[in-house]
């Protein structure tokens, strides 16, 4: 199946610090890109919507200037956690359909967990 | 939104079917239901979709009822690596559509 790779997969900042994760792609293009958040023990919860060459739509709730969201490429999107706080600390998961194809199914990356101190 | 309900958690013994339900009393016509599992602290595995007709594939099989409103999803031999929380989920088959997670149902496989 298709495979979608994030890194880094842990880190760890200091408050006050952005952190870049990355979502590449990496055998298929996707124009359209979803980044979740997890708390412990919690489902899946969707932030943003991430189209390629425009801007993210975000979900009620989520605060775009908090969360920076990039997709320059058909392969790459990038979510930039702004002046992190340890209420931030969470597991952050990207996905990705097959642009124009496929039966609607998303691939999911593998995670990228923060811990904010 | 979240537009299925499933049981909190399930057991099931090493080497027996694992069967999974899903309410999904609400769907549309053109909603497919999606199946994904996820093993702790790693990202969610796609396992199986349909829309009408029963599915099977070398992971699972997908029972839908004839209504639409609810299905099963089968692991026919659970093994200790099933263990895992199983999403249901419902959505229009266009990759530019939002997958909603709802609570899922978090699957033990006893020896």
């Known amino acids: 199946g298709a495979v979608v790779s994030q890194h880094p997969s842990r880190v760890i900042c200091k408050s006050g610090t952005s952190v870049k994760i990355e979502c590449r792609s990496l055998d298929f293009q996707a124009t359209t890109m979803f980044w979740y958040r997890q708390f412990p023990k919690k489902s899946l919860m969707l932030m943003a919507t991430?189209?390629?060459?425009?801007?993210?739509?975000?979900e009620q709730g989520v605060e775009k200037d908090k969360f920076l969201i990039n997709h320059a490429s058909l392969t790459l999107s990038t979510l930039t956690v702004t002046s992190a706080h340890p209420e931030d600390s969470s597991f952050y998961i990207c996905s990705a359909g097959l642009a124009g194809g496929g039966a609607g199914e998303l691939f999911f990356g593998e995670g990228s967990r923060l811990t904010v101190l | 939104d979240a537009k299925t309900t499933q049981p909190p958690s399930m057991d099931c013994a090493e080497g027996r079917a694992a069967n999974l339900p899903c309410n999904h009393s609400?769907?549309?016509?053109?909603?497919?239901v999606y199946w994904y599992r996820q093993i702790h602290s790693q990202g969610p595995q796609y396992i199986i979709h349909g829309l009408k007709n029963n599915e099977t594939n070398e992971m699972a099989s997908l029972i839908i009822t004839e209504d639409r409103k609810s299905s099963t999803l089968i692991l026919p031999h659970a093994t200790l690596r099933d263990t895992a929380v199983y999403y249901c989920i419902v959505r229009v088959a266009n990759t530019g559509n939002q997958f909603y997670f709802g609570t899922g149902t978090s699957l033990t496989v006893i020896p």
């Open positions: 609400t769907i549309s016509g053109n909603e497919y």
């Open positions: 991430s189209n390629e060459g425009s801007k993210a739509t975000y």
